[in-house]
């Protein structure tokens, strides 16, 4: 009985599969749903207001504006190389972080500050339209309009007293529009050298932040706080006529812009600054910079319990490209706890200024330079001073109409190796590559310089013996290094176990004497206390 029990199981479950199945194929196929309705659909024009704003918030810009070019094409592209441009982007991140990290170590107990993780996610920012400005045979000028809602992976440690607690970026979005300068054209792929960034408008940012996986951003009344000083900070640093510069190629090749004079700055005042200590005046003090550069901001004394404050303190400034570099200035009144307060800011183009003529400016503070911002219209009082332009003596000519007498050729080669030896200027020096560095271990080659007791670093190459840099130091001097020694070392550092252990790989010692003498040195040197290394250096001297 049992096993015709089984039998029948297994027949009926044999039969009926196949019928099942044949069923419902058939039902599926030859009998349709009556009560589908299709999705109502609408023109533009016969929506409300409220369902037409909600729509034009979500368009693509090139919908909505006809000046912008729909670009598919680019966001594949854009899509393919996301890997390689996540990976270029992360380090010029950690680059530029780390000097701003740097003015924050050692203070409010701070030891340091490292990056745990840092990946911008799979997901590139998709192009929601391009619009071309203009161009000419030096650069081209493009207006990008980007969102992006990516699964970036951003944790920072932070060494504070005996604590490590991590601070974590989530949910990141940014919505803006961008303006992208590429400059200057050079004969080899990708034809330009650098890239400059504008913002045209302030971002639309959005994040979460996590301390020690906490989200602080759940605190009532904090995360629109973030968000509007994120925004506004952004806008004050990279705001057009601002920008920020992206190196693409490197100088042989024409990427590098070459130092071309020195420009003097003096603060000399401000009067009627805003108050914004409760108690007392506002402690000004004064920081000043040059767009395109990534050196750190100059910094005035601080005046205490002053609103009309006298400085009169001088600054020397590299100028490299005279047509589109903008001194900066940014007043902030010091607090001894806590961030300093904003004053004011205002920026003076250095094409405004004629060479070597001393021009004084009392200029009225703003808030920002978005003309459309409404802080602009609050009186923050006036700074006063005065720049002056030294164009470098070789490069004199193209400023100066007296060098066009042919007569005055031999005076002027006298006159320049006078200056050459009583003069100040800017001493130059390009650490370009090494070959054949060996040590005891494996080989992460970085240089140091050791020039007037001043120390200056390359970035560490891993794992190499000929390493390349192409990395370019200045020092500007007040009198001509005719006696003086540079130490240049190549170093080799490692970490095993949570210690750092450094190498001596070789050094040279060079007079700068002939690098004043001849004003320019390409040449390759052995590498003292190394049995075959050599190092490839360029030293130039540059008169005012």
């Given at each position: 009985?049992?096993?015709?029990?089984?039998?029948?199981?297994?027949?009926?479950?044999?039969?009926?599969?196949?019928?099942?199945?044949?069923?419902?194929?058939?039902?599926?196929?030859?009998?349709?749903?009556?009560?589908?309705?299709?999705?109502?659909?609408?023109?533009?024009?016969?929506?409300?207001?409220?369902?037409?704003?909600?729509?034009?918030?979500?368009?693509?810009?090139?919908?909505?504006?006809?000046?912008?070019?729909?670009?598919?094409?680019?966001?594949?592209?854009?899509?393919?190389?996301?890997?390689?441009?996540?990976?270029?982007?992360?380090?010029?991140?950690?680059?530029?972080?780390?000097?701003?990290?740097a003015?924050y170590?050692?203070?409010?107990?701070?030891?340091?500050?490292?990056?745990?993780?840092?990946?911008?996610?799979?997901?590139?920012?998709?192009?929601?339209?391009?619009?071309?400005?203009?161009?000419?045979?030096?650069?081209?000028?493009?207006?990008l309009?980007?969102?992006?809602?990516?699964?970036?992976d951003?944790?920072?440690?932070?060494?504070?007293l005996?604590?490590?607690?991590?601070?974590?970026?989530?949910?990141?979005?940014?919505?803006?529009?961008?303006r992208?300068?590429?400059?200057?054209?050079?004969?080899?792929?990708?034809?330009?050298?650098?890239?400059?960034?504008?913002?045209?408008?302030?971002?639309?940012?959005?994040?979460?932040?996590?301390?020690?996986?906490?989200?602080?951003?759940?605190?009532?009344?904090?995360?629109q706080?973030?968000?509007?000083?994120v925004?506004?900070?952004?806008?004050?640093?990279?705001?057009?006529?601002?920008?920020?510069?992206?190196?693409?190629?490197?100088?042989?090749?024409?990427?590098?812009?070459?130092?071309?004079?020195?420009?003097?700055?003096?603060?000399?005042?401000?009067?009627?600054?805003?108050?914004?200590?409760?108690?007392?005046?506002?402690?000004?003090?004064?920081?000043?910079?040059?767009?395109?550069?990534?050196?750190?901001?100059?910094?005035?004394?601080?005046?205490?319990?002053?609103?009309?404050?006298?400085?009169?303190?001088?600054?020397?400034?590299?100028i490299?490209?005279?047509?589109?570099?903008?001194?900066?200035?940014?007043?902030?009144?010091?607090?001894?706890?806590?961030?300093?307060?904003?004053?004011?800011?205002?920026?003076?183009?250095?094409?405004?200024?004629?060479?070597?003529e001393?021009?004084?400016?009392?200029?009225?503070?703003?808030?920002?330079?978005?003309?459309?911002?409404?802080?602009?219209?609050?009186?923050?009082?006036?700074?006063?001073?005065?720049?002056?332009?030294?164009?470098?003596?070789?490069?004199?000519?193209k400023?100066?109409?007296?060098?066009?007498?042919?007569?005055?050729?031999?005076?002027?080669?006298?006159?320049?190796?006078?200056?050459?030896?009583?003069?100040?200027?800017?001493?130059?020096v390009?650490?370009?590559?090494?070959?054949?560095?060996?040590?005891?271990?494996?080989?992460?080659?970085?240089?140091?310089?050791?020039?007037?007791?001043?120390?200056?670093?390359?970035?560490?190459?891993?794992?190499?013996?000929?390493?390349?840099?192409?990395?370019?130091?200045?020092?500007?001097?007040?009198?001509?290094?005719?006696?003086?020694?540079?130490?240049?070392?190549?170093?080799?550092?490692?970490?095993?176990?949570?210690?750092?252990?450094?190498?001596?790989?070789?050094?040279?010692?060079?007079?700068?004497?002939?690098?004043?003498?001849?004003?320019?040195?390409?040449?390759?040197?052995?590498?003292?206390?190394?049995?075959?290394?050599?190092?490839?250096?360029?030293?130039?001297?540059?008169?005012?």
């Open positions: 009985m049992g096993l015709l029990e089984r039998l029948l199981e297994f027949i009926g479950f044999g039969i009926g599969i196949p019928i099942g199945l044949l069923l419902g194929f058939f039902l599926f196929r030859y009998f349709e749903p009556r009560d589908f309705k299709e999705p109502a659909t609408k023109s533009i024009e016969e929506l409300d207001s409220n369902s037409s704003l909600d729509l034009l918030l979500e368009l693509p810009r090139w919908v909505t504006s006809p000046d912008f070019e729909r670009v598919d094409w680019l966001n594949k592209f854009v899509l393919h190389m996301w890997p390689y441009i996540d990976k270029a982007s992360c380090k010029i991140i950690k680059s530029s972080a780390e000097l701003t990290f003015e170590i050692g203070k409010f107990q701070i030891k340091s500050i490292d990056f745990d993780r840092l990946s911008l996610g799979m997901f590139p920012p998709k192009i929601h339209g391009v619009k071309a400005q203009y161009s000419n045979e030096d650069q081209l000028v493009l207006d309009a980007l969102k992006w809602a990516g699964n970036s951003i944790a920072l440690v932070v060494k504070l005996s604590l490590q607690p991590t601070v974590q970026l989530v949910d990141l979005q940014i919505s803006a529009v961008a992208i300068i590429l400059k200057p054209f050079v004969p080899t792929f990708p034809c330009f050298s650098s890239v400059a960034i504008s913002l045209m408008e302030k971002p639309q940012i959005d994040f979460g932040l996590r301390v020690m996986g906490g989200d602080i951003m759940a605190i009532p009344g904090l995360y706080c973030v968000q509007d000083v925004r506004k900070q952004l806008a004050k640093l990279y705001l057009w006529p601002q920008t920020y510069e992206i190196d693409i190629l490197d100088s042989s090749i024409g990427a590098d812009r070459k130092p071309i004079g020195i420009l003097h700055v003096k603060i000399v005042r401000a009067n009627n600054l805003l108050n914004k200590d409760f108690l007392g005046q506002s402690d000004p003090y004064v920081k000043l910079s040059l767009t395109g550069e990534k050196l750190p901001s100059k910094k005035t004394t601080v005046k205490m319990n002053n609103l009309n404050p006298e400085w009169n303190e001088d600054f020397k400034l590299i490299k490209d005279l047509a589109s570099q903008v001194v900066q200035l940014r007043l902030y009144d010091w607090e001894k706890v806590g961030a300093h307060d904003y004053l004011g800011m205002q920026l003076v183009p250095i094409n405004l200024l004629t060479p070597c001393k021009q004084e400016f009392t200029l009225d503070l703003f808030n920002s330079t978005d003309p459309n911002d409404p802080h602009n219209k609050k009186p923050r009082g006036q700074i006063t001073i005065e720049m002056n332009f030294v164009p470098f003596f070789d490069d004199s000519k400023f100066s109409k007296s060098f066009d007498n042919p007569g005055t050729e031999s005076t002027s080669h006298h006159a320049h190796e006078n200056a050459s030896f009583c003069g100040s200027g800017l001493l130059l390009r650490i370009i590559s090494a070959e054949d560095v060996e040590g005891k271990h494996r080989t992460n080659p970085y240089v140091k310089i050791i020039f007037r007791g001043e120390q200056r670093k390359t970035k560490c190459i891993k794992k190499t013996r000929n390493p390349y840099w192409n990395e370019e130091f200045e020092f500007l001097l007040e009198e001509a290094p005719v006696r003086d020694l540079i130490h240049i070392e190549i170093m080799s550092k490692r970490r095993r176990l949570g210690f750092l252990f450094k190498e001596s790989l070789g050094h040279v010692d060079m007079n700068l004497g002939d690098v004043v003498y001849n004003g320019h040195i390409n040449e390759k040197y052995h590498l003292i206390n190394s049995r075959d290394g050599i190092i490839h250096l360029e030293l130039s001297w540059k008169v005012v």
